[in-house]
């Protein structure tokens, strides 16, 4: 094995042992009603997350969102509700808003407090570059959501 597989794998393995990403994988398995991956690693599970640039590029946009993409949307935003739910104690609830054509929004509230707001914008390409990338910008979403929820407590609570 070179220096440069090693790395990667001690990244790939951070960034699986992250909080944000175990959350996800707690989320889609809950959805999992007839227990399709209950035999499957997390890295499989998380394995359409992971779309490289050149794979987005040859994902069409001209049809409808498919339903697994909305799923792998609505599930990475729930694991952000959870996180900011888990650390603050506020019950976060995730809206979204996505026309056929993969353009919305994203809401995370708590009470009268908006933690996360994002538009969509070509859903149907919905994924990151890489485990790292997922774990990042999960993190970083939750992490500014936890601090307004600590911020603005009283709105939270309403």
């Known amino acids: ?86 650390k603050t104690g506020s019950l976060s609830q995730v809206v979204i808003d996505l026309s056929h054509e993969g353009f919305g929004w994203v809401l995370v509230f708590s009470g009268r407090l908006l933690l996360v707001a994002r538009t969509l914008r070509d859903a149907q390409r919905f994924g990151f570059d890489s485990l790292e990338k997922l774990a990042e910008e999960g993190e970083k979403l939750t992490q500014k959501g936890i601090e307004l929820a600590e911020k603005y407590t009283e709105v939270a609570k309403l």
Do not use: C
């Open 1 to 86: 094995m070179s220096s440069t597989e090693i790395v990667n794998q001690n990244t790939s393995s951070e960034a699986l042992n992250s909080p944000f990403v175990q959350e996800l994988v707690r989320q889609i398995r809950a959805q999992d009603s007839y227990g399709f991956y209950r035999n499957w690693s997390d890295e499989l599970i998380l394995k359409p997350y992971i779309v490289s640039k050149q794979a987005k590029r040859q994902i069409s946009v001209e049809g409808d969102v498919e339903a697994a993409t909305k799923a792998r949307i609505m599930s990475f935003y729930r694991a952000i509700a959870a996180q900011i739910e888990q």
